[in-house]
T-cell receptor, first 115, second 115 residues
Framework: GALVYQYPRRTICKSGTSMRMECQAV??????VAWYRQSPQKTFELIAL?????????EQNFTQEKFPISHPNLSFSSMTVLNAYLEDRGLYLC???????????FGEGTRLSVL | GEQVEQLPSILRVQEGSSASINCTYE??????FPWYKQEPGENPKLIID?????ERKQTQGLIVLLDKKAKRFSLHITDTQPGDSAMYFC??????????????FGRGTRLQVYA
């Protein structure tokens, strides 16, 4: 079956340091990968969307300088949270879609805590 | 961009009764509306979705309705069970995009089913 793995599941980093998280699509090729953040007591915010043959598109309030994303092939994506601070805490979800007409399949998420 | 409003934020229903969650969206170009269920500590899972060429869809005790004129869509859970207790999120595809992976989420509804 189709699955999306995210690693690590949980991580703690010191304020001002950086943290990299990975997303792996298994059993299908991800035409697009979207990264979302669910902050405490909030809904999901789209950080950026990476689509094959297109530039990575960041949403307002999120920048490449803060959340650089790598999408080297159709099964893997990674995102780094640079200079993490308290407001970056939350659950980071990777949603991978097989094609343009399909809802994203989410991974288990990476829960980031910042001390 | 798109804005999605979701109500109620908390919903308590007795086991066996039905539960309804309502969402509204702003952009008439949105054409895809998935619903996700998120249990504590887990990633959101797609439970049902509807596209703009339909007004009603039903599967395994779930009904979704779409009123494009009113820009409103809703989820109805019939014969609720304790296992239905979770957070539910509605979402809409971002206006003007063909890539479903780019979703705008509602703020979520915490459904509590009591005996």
């Amino acid at each position: 079956g189709a699955l999306v793995y995210q690693y690590p599941r949980r991580t703690i980093c010191k304020s001002g340091t950086s943290m990299r998280m990975e997303c792996q699509a298994v059993g299908f090729q991800a035409t697009s990968v979207a990264w979302y953040r669910q902050s405490p007591q909030k809904t999901f915010e789209l950080i950026a969307l990476s689509t094959v043959n297109s530039a990575i598109k960041y949403e307002q309030n999120f920048t490449q300088e803060k959340f650089p994303i790598s999408h080297p092939n159709l099964s893997f994506s990674s995102m780094t949270v640079l200079n993490a601070y308290l407001e970056d805490r939350g659950l980071y979800l990777c949603g991978a879609s097989r094609d343009r007409g399909q809802a994203p399949l989410f991974g288990e998420g990476t829960r980031l805590s910042v001390l | 961009g798109e804005q999605v409003e979701q109500l109620p934020s908390i919903l308590r229903v007795q086991e066996g009764s039905s539960a309804s969650i309502n969402c509204t969206y702003e952009n008439s170009a949105s054409n895809y509306f998935p619903w996700y269920k998120q249990e504590p500590g887990e990633n959101p899972k797609l439970i049902i979705d509807i596209r703009s060429n339909m007004e009603r869809k039903q599967t395994q005790g779930l009904i979704v309705l779409l009123d494009k004129k009113a820009k409103r869509f809703s989820l109805h859970i019939t014969d609720t069970q304790p296992g239905d207790s979770a957070m539910y999120f509605c979402a809409a595809s971002a206006a003007g995009t063909q890539v479903v992976g780019q979703l705008t989420f509602g703020r979520g509804t915490r459904l509590q089913v009591y005996a």
